[in-house]
């Protein structure tokens, strides 16, 4: 019956009457969501407004997504109106996101649309679980929200309001109420925000200074600068020309000779790190290695394709000659610089005083790595001794790093490169690398792209113990299945396939599930 | 001590005649029970009326002056079976839940109540936590005030309706002596909003009164054969009373326009969003203003059968807009029509969606859906309803789907139950996977990402209790995991008094963190804080070893994540029989930095030698494989990137929020994990000792660190 009554030109029964202000307030429990509600229902209640605010705290309040809600009104007539319970997709005025992915997921909501919503969101971020726990590179790629901000938001205040707090001296609540005040969106005079802060009573002073500096920072929105595409090389350009140390000097004059422009800025840095592990000649067996496999590249014809061999050489022959043992912690745990730094990381004032204590816990697999390697295989057959001798070393031990006995004791350890040459798991990681270069420069001959993928494979091992050891049996696994398949077309996109799924592995990845993939086809 | 002071809040409920009360709705509620003259409150904590529990916690004075007897109760069940003061004596209670949770655990003490009546009026707030953001499986109360037949309010989104509501509720549990249910969902029990109060009432009949001269009456008690009358009492007389009380004081009200094609029956607490969705269809203004009539049902049991055929009559249809499922109302408006034969129709369910929560969007859809059948004139040329479907669409904002990481709750910063996980992840990795029960509580976070660790979860203390069916297994040992909170509730009688006495062999986890914690951290009675109007320190091996339990090992610093973990290897390995309990202490850490912080900063103020302890991470020993984090989950414990070209992957990193409770030094220690962890103590207003050690030492650290550097290579760019 609808269709010819639907026909008709009738006109709307009634206006789309006015609504009342909307603003919806996206943040994760304990981040001050209540607090910033609050003040913007005390906001329009002391312009004499109807303020109605809601919100679903439940299991969301232990650092869970949740969402505040509020409505606002001049009251007619002496009557109040009826305010809605929760945010509408399509039809809210102001969103304030207190963390970048929570911007993203309010436009996900879709509580951020063109025609309607300012969103004031702070893009710093709070990494969620799934984030910070996966193996490797697991952070969300805020590029995809500034994206989706683009097209969603009607105007936008963007800016890390969690760093301006804390210079300020308060916490991001007080910056988004200065950021809503800036933007304009609500038609309150800036006293008046004052006056709530104020009325709060807490923390005075240090949230009218954050609003302040975030009023201005919103009121007067500063082009965001063009993020840096890849993090700095050293030096600018190819890399510094020349070093103080005569001893650098050489080491660098000699890696500007042997390699090509290109990958000096890298092999800098690798060079850097190998004699900071070691010595001097420790740098001369880097060049030599690298300068050994650039010759395999441009044999390979690797000058058409930028030298990417060599590249990914000169960053995982670095990383593969400065594993992790005992010498080298020490080493680090015990330099003036590391003070320093922890003294500013934890800001410690010239009336106070620094201690640390180190959470360590060697076991006599480390301490046999540093014998020489003749009397530790030698040991290591001893089965009841090398138990015993377990028993003892291995349990954990609070090193009182600052204390003059430990950090003696850490000196000495951290002094005993002279033994590190000698050693079985020197010896052990030198054969490791070399086998695996080989394995890259057979491989790059036949296909330039799988030799990078073999170099890249390094990645996998990393971590002390038990974790180093699930690392290189993930990275033998995969370059043993990469040479398997090295005669397909595509083997450098299965290499890049099986690396990334071997880095998730157990957490979220399944190697063995996508090895039994390849081998149903090849 | 809960996790808020109430003290600001506990200043409302003295507000006198005519002054203006703005807050939250649950504290609204607190103020309408005294403003009723109720002689009693009870209930158990839980998310959305907690605040109401601990706002009546916090504030016994003014209880005090009015006469008031304010328990919290051991559960909902005791909560409930404390209405029985209203059985015999005219006393107004009131008691508070978490639904339908709590209804579920009171359901015994109130079908009782119900049966035999009550004299002074009871009254029951129910918290309704149903759909966004809900921790609770989805079901509705109304089911349970059916069943027993006790009325069920539910009243408009609107402070000054809903403490209305609770006077008449009072007085119509009084009229049809039956207990009655007020029913506030989530959003409004957390609502900003405010009401012109009344005078707190002394209750004319005093709890001393009642005690001093008791009365008996067999005819309450449900036993064979005052039960069958009772039945039968409930529908000759209680329920024609209650009806005539509905209607003599109109508890339910009529909206818009007095005649029309069509009508829209709400339960009252859809109201406000109802508006909103007229309004987006052009059909009401934002005062409420409406163009078609609303029959606003502020009590949704019984159905007042004569209310429905008048609002019915000499319309075509009416909608019944009715959230959650089963569509009860929709039903039993159905009856009511059929039998009068008035031939209105009855849509619902039929253009609103039958599960979940009624948005305005789902609202104003199935609105209008009901307009263009019944009614299409009303809707005009259709306004346009806001609509962020097509900016959903856009390719930009499709991509933000796989961007977007999911946010589960977790443990907070320094959480004690922490540790018990990561080790109970460390003996599942010597000792394989283990069956978990667990329980609910903030130690159920242990389900989700980074620990994965529990099976099921069968309600509030019930953790041991739903490890039963694996007590004579010859296979690996089961676990159960429940918190002090659900233990007491519960769990010490259904969990370990009943391993015992079965035999079981499996290992019981009881976390103690000093508190109800989940629930806003109340005192419970294993509290170890000291509470002047109750009694705390009753330990919870006590109880369990009262009970029977042998094996008993008791961890009072559930940080030694070493300890932790041979416990649990011994649990899971010993030769004795019998339940293995495992009690792993160590204060909610929230509540302890709430006490210790303000004292720390005052000592530290008044110069008093403080250490302060924070954790943090070496970045250069750090190699970013993150198998720490996947053992913590602490919010302080992040990851970051590295100005440095040779690392492909971010590294951990601590931030300022840590507390320096000690995990992830003792979990790397425990794991053998990495030595890049370190605890920095700062000592503020160091004594003299203090810096004459400093002194040396950092001139011997100095000496050596220079000489060593003289060696080294300067890389430094000339």
Request: proline share 5%.
């Amino acid at each position: 019956m609808g269709d010819n009554i639907l026909k008709l030109p009738l006109a709307a029964a009634g206006a789309m009457t006015e609504r009342p202000i909307s603003v919806a307030i996206v943040a994760m429990g304990g981040q001050g969501g209540g607090v910033l509600s609050g003040w913007i229902v005390q906001l329009a209640e002391n312009a004499g407004w109807v303020a109605q605010s809601t919100s679903v705290p439940g299991v969301a309040q232990r650092t869970g997504a949740t969402i505040y809600y509020v409505e606002m009104m001049p009251p007619a007539g002496g009557r109040a109106p009826i305010l809605a319970q929760m945010p509408t997709p399509g039809d809210v005025d102001i969103v304030l996101a207190s963390e970048f992915m929570e911007a993203g997921r309010s436009i996900l909501r879709g509580i951020v649309t063109p025609e309607r919503t300012t969103l004031i969101a702070s893009d710093h971020r709070s990494l969620a679980i799934s984030e910070k726990s996966a193996p490797g590179e697991g952070i969300a790629d805020s590029g995809a929200v500034i994206d989706a901000i683009g097209v969603a938001a009607r105007q936008r205040i963007v800016f890390d309001m969690d760093e301006l707090a804390t210079r300020n001296g308060s916490v991001i609540s007080s910056a988004m109420f200065g950021a809503l005040a800036g933007s304009g969106a609500l038609p309150f005079e800036r006293g008046a925000y004052h006056a709530v802060i104020r009325q709060d009573g807490k923390g005075v002073a240090a949230s009218l200074k954050t609003f302040d500096a975030a009023f201005e920072r919103a009121a007067n929105p500063v082009l965001p600068a063009v993020e840096a595409a890849a993090p700095a090389m050293p030096g600018a350009g190819g890399g510094p020309s020349s070093a103080a140390d005569p001893r650098a000097a050489r080491l660098l004059s000699l890696l500007r000779t042997s390699l090509p422009e290109g990958a000096w800025p890298m092999a800098w840095a690798g060079l850097r790190k190998v004699v900071d592990y070691q010595d001097e000649r420790y740098g001369d067996e880097y060049l030599e290695i690298l300068t050994r496999l650039h010759e395999v590249d441009r044999q390979a014809g690797g000058r058409t394709r930028g030298y990417d061999f060599t590249l990914a050489a000169a960053k995982y022959v670095a990383n593969a000659m400065t594993y992790d043992d005992v010498i080298r912690v020490a080493d680090l745990k015990t330099r003036p610089g590391r003070r320093s730094r922890i003294e500013r990381e934890v800001g410690v004032g010239p009336q106070q005083v620094l201690t640390t204590t180190e959470f360590m816990h060697p076991r006599m697999e480390e301490i046999a790595g540093l014998l020489p390697m003749g009397f530790a295989r030698w040991l290591k057959r001893r089965n009841a001794l090398y138990a015993w001798l377990d028993r003892r070393v291995n349990k954990g031990r609070r090193v009182r790093t600052y204390s003059p006995v430990w950090f003696l004791a850490l000196h000495t350890l951290g002094g005993m490169r002279w033994l590190r040459r000698r050693s079985l798991r020197h010896a052990e990681e030198m054969a490791h690398r070399d086998t695996w270069l080989d394995c890259a420069c057979d491989l790059v001959r036949k296909d330039y792209a799988l030799g990078v993928e073999v170099l890249k494979c390094r990645r996998l091992i990393k971590g002390y113990s038990d974790t180093h050891a699930r690392g290189l049996s993930k990275f033998d696994t995969v370059v043993a299945e990469i040479r398997r398949l090295a005669h397909r077309d595509d083997a450098a996109d299965w290499a890049r396939r099986l690396r990334e799924t071997a880095i998730k592995d157990g957490e979220g990845g399944d190697l063995d599930g996508l090895i039994r993939t390849i081998r149903s086809f090849c | 001590m809960a996790e808020r002071s109430f003290a600001k809040e506990v200043e409302h409920l003295r507000l006198g005649d005519g002054d203006v009360f703005r807050g939250e709705a649950i504290l609204a509620i607190t103020k309408g029970l005294l403003q009723a003259g109720v002689s009693y409150v009870g209930g158990y904590q839980g998310s959305p009326i907690s605040h109401l529990m601990d706002v009546l916690a916090d504030a016994k004075d003014i209880l005090d002056e009015l006469g008031v007897n304010f328990q919290s109760s051991a559960n909902e069940a005791t909560a409930a079976a404390m209405l029985s003061a209203s059985v015999m004596y005219p006393l107004r209670g009131a008691v508070a839940w978490k639904s339908t949770v709590g209804t579920n655990v009171a359901s015994d003490a109130l079908a009782n109540l119900a049966s035999g009546g009550v004299t002074g009026g009871a009254l029951i707030i129910i918290g309704e936590d149903y759909g966004e953001g809900s921790s609770i499986m989805q079901e509705r109360t109304h089911a349970f005030a059916m069943k027993s037949q006790m009325w069920l309010l539910d009243p408009r989104p609107d402070h000054a309706c809903i403490v209305n509501l609770i006077a008449r509720g009072f007085e119509l549990s009084e009229a049809s002596n039956t207990p009655v249910m007020l029913e506030v969902r989530v959003r409004t029990c957390h609502m900003h909003g405010s009401f012109v109060c009344k005078d707190n009432v002394r209750p004319p009949f005093t709890i001393d009164d009642a005690l001093n001269t008791p009365k008996r009456d067999l005819s309450r008690i449900v036993l064979p054969p005052a039960a069958y009358e009772h039945e039968r009492e409930k529908i000759a007389r209680r329920l024609p009373a209650a009806v005539d009380f509905i209607r003599a004081h109109r508890l339910n009200e009529l909206f818009g326009p007095a005649t029309g094609k069509v009508g829209i029956v709400l339960q009252g607490g859809m109201y406000n969003n109802v508006i909103r969705a007229l309004q987006y269809l052009g059909l009401s203004d934002a005062y409420g203003d409406t163009q078609v009539p609303l029959y606003v049902m502020n009590v949704t049991y019984p159905v007042i059968d004569s209310e429905i055929a008048d609002f019915s009559m000499g319309k075509d249809a009416i909608l019944m807009v009715e959230e959650g499922q089963p569509e009860y109302l929709e039903q039993a408006l159905n009856t009511v029509l059929r039998r009068r034969d008035i031939s209105t129709r009855v849509r619902g369910k039929d253009v609103l969606p039958m599960a979940g929560d009624y948005t305005i969007q789902a609202l104003a859809r199935g609105i209008q859906a009901f307009l263009d059948d019944c009614s299409p004139a009303l809707l005009g040329n259709r306004p346009p309803v806001p609509d962020a479907a097509p900016v959903l669409a856009h390719p930009r904002v499709e991509r933000l789907k796989s961007v977007v990481p999911p946010r589960p709750p977790g443990l907070c910063t320094g959480c004690p139950e922490r540790p018990i996980f990561a080790a109970m992840k460390l003996v599942q990795q010597e000792l394989g996977e283990h069956h978990v029960s667990a329980d609910i509580g903030c130690h159920l976070f242990s389900i989700l990402p980074p620990f994965n660790i529990g099976t099921t979860t069968m309600g509030f203390g019930l953790g041991a209790a739903s490890a039963a069916a694996f007590s004579k297994g010859s296979g690996k040992r089961s676990i159960a995991v429940m918190g002090d909170g659900g233990f007491w509730h519960n769990g010490l009688t259904s969990g370990i008094g009943n391993a015992v006495f079965n035999k079981h062999d499996g290992v019981f986890v009881i976390v103690d963190n000093f508190y109800s914690s989940a629930t806003g951290g109340q005192d419970i009675l294993s509290s170890r804080a000291w509470n002047k109007n109750r009694q705390t320190n009753n330990p919870i091996s006590t109880a369990v070893r009262g009970v029977g339990a042998t094996w008993v090992r008791e961890i009072d610093r559930t940080y030694d994540v070493g300890r932790m973990r041979s416990v649990l290897k011994e649990a899971l390995t010993t030769k004795e029989e019998g339940p293995k309990i495992v009690i792993a202490s160590s204060e909610c850490m929230l509540n302890r930095q709430r006490r210790e912080k303000p004292l720390t900063a005052k000592s530290i103020k008044d110069g008093k030698r403080v250490v302060k302890e924070r954790f943090g991470v070496d970045e250069d020993i750090c190699t970013g494989d993150h198998a720490c984090i996947r053992l913590s989950g602490c919010p302080s414990l992040s990851v970051k990137h590295l100005d440095d070209p040779l690392r492909d992957d971010p590294v951990a990193a601590i931030d300022n929020s840590c507390v320096g409770c000690g995990n992830c030094g003792e979990v790397s220690e425990a794991a053998a994990l990495c030595p890049s962890f370190y605890r920095a103590e700062v000592i503020h207003n160091p004594t003299w000792w203090d810096r004459a050690q400093a002194r040396f030492a950092m001139a011997l650290i100095g000496f050596l660190q220079q000489r060593r550097a003289r060696h080294r290579i300067a890389f430094e760019v000339a």
